[in-house]
């Protein structure tokens, strides 16, 4: 819409020397003004349907929000600048390119979707493992995340948080049925060779590429609160 009525609202605004950059500052007016378009439109949502205030979800989400509406509308610059000296061939190769765009973050957020399927079927096998405390790594997974939101971290650390308290116990693996499922008290060395899922369940998920953060959590399973140990 911008580049196409460029020649209505382009000559009202300033300009320097570098028609470029005059497209590229011109395109981030634009994106501001959308922002608070947005965030009105948000806040309207949000008032009636009695979920977060729009201020709360913003100030959670501003960073990227910047960074995204920033980016674009400077492409956005951009591409009047080019369909003022091109005509519709520019707009023809920024549709082309904004495709492509998509599709590749349509496979990112598709490889995502594979990640956490994974993550499901693990801790539902560690469930089959040990009916024993089935829906355990499910109850400590959401506690974990409502305590990560309290602490105020951030969206990508909580969901971080999350997916380590569904792995958490997934050293059981590597635990010997006669130890795992033993009716009475663990021995000595049976309690030894138990404290080691932590360590397997660290190995098994630093074997998945992208999760190396999340088996660090695991690998410290049971440790101390201020530290020293199992």
Same mark, same amino acid.
């Given at each position: 819409?911008?580049?196409?009525? =460029?020649?209505?609202?382009?000559?009202?605004?300033?300009?320097?020397?570098?028609?470029?950059?005059?497209?590229?500052?011109?395109?981030?007016?634009?994106?501001?003004?959308?922002?608070?378009?947005?965030?009105? %439109? %948000?806040?309207?949502?949000?008032?009636?349907?009695?979920?977060?205030?729009?201020?709360?979800?913003?100030?959670?989400?501003?960073?990227?929000?910047?960074?995204?509406?920033?980016?674009?509308?400077?492409?956005?610059?951009?591409?009047?600048?080019?369909?003022?000296?091109?005509?519709? =061939?520019?707009?023809?190769?920024?549709?082309?390119?904004? &495709?492509?765009?998509?599709?590749?973050?349509?496979?990112?957020?598709?490889?995502?979707?594979?990640?956490? =399927?994974?993550?499901? %079927?693990?801790?539902?096998?560690?469930?089959?493992?040990?009916?024993?405390?089935?829906?355990?790594?499910? $109850?400590?997974?959401?506690?974990?995340?409502?305590?990560?939101?309290?602490?105020?971290?951030?969206?990508?650390?909580?969901?971080?948080?999350?997916?380590?308290? &569904?792995?958490?116990?997934?050293?059981?693996?590597?635990?010997?049925?006669?130890?795992?499922?033993?009716?009475?008290?663990?021995?000595?060395?049976?309690?030894? $060779?138990?404290?080691?899922?932590? =360590?397997?369940?660290?190995?098994?998920?630093?074997?998945?590429?992208?999760?190396?953060?999340?088996?660090?959590?695991?690998?410290?399973?049971?440790?101390?609160?201020?530290?020293?140990?199992?």
């Amino acid at each position: 819409v911008a580049a196409l009525t =460029s020649t209505w609202w382009s000559p009202l605004l300033p300009s320097t020397t570098e028609p470029i950059v005059d497209a590229g500052v011109h395109g981030m007016g634009f994106a501001a003004a959308f922002m608070l378009v947005d965030f009105l %439109a %948000a806040s309207l949502a949000a008032r009636r349907s009695g979920g977060r205030g729009a201020l709360d979800f913003w100030l959670d989400h501003l960073p990227v929000l910047f960074a995204r509406y920033s980016s674009q509308g400077f492409a956005a610059g951009l591409i009047v600048y080019w369909y003022a000296d091109s005509g519709l =061939s520019a707009i023809t190769a920024a549709v082309a390119g904004v &495709l492509l765009v998509q599709a590749a973050y349509y496979f990112h957020r598709r490889a995502g979707e594979t990640v956490e =399927s994974a993550i499901a %079927a693990l801790a539902s096998a560690i469930d089959a493992r040990d009916p024993y405390t089935a829906g355990h790594s499910i $109850r400590v997974a959401e506690y974990a995340a409502l305590a990560a939101v309290r602490l105020g971290w951030s969206k990508a650390k909580v969901a971080r948080t999350n997916k380590a308290g &569904l792995l958490h116990d997934i050293g059981k693996l590597g635990v010997a049925d006669d130890v795992l499922h033993k009716p009475g008290p663990l021995s000595d060395a049976e309690f030894d $060779r138990m404290k080691r899922h932590a =360590s397997v369940g660290e190995e098994i998920v630093a074997q998945v590429s992208g999760l190396s953060g999340i088996a660090t959590i695991v690998g410290q399973d049971n440790e101390r609160w201020a530290g020293g140990g199992y």
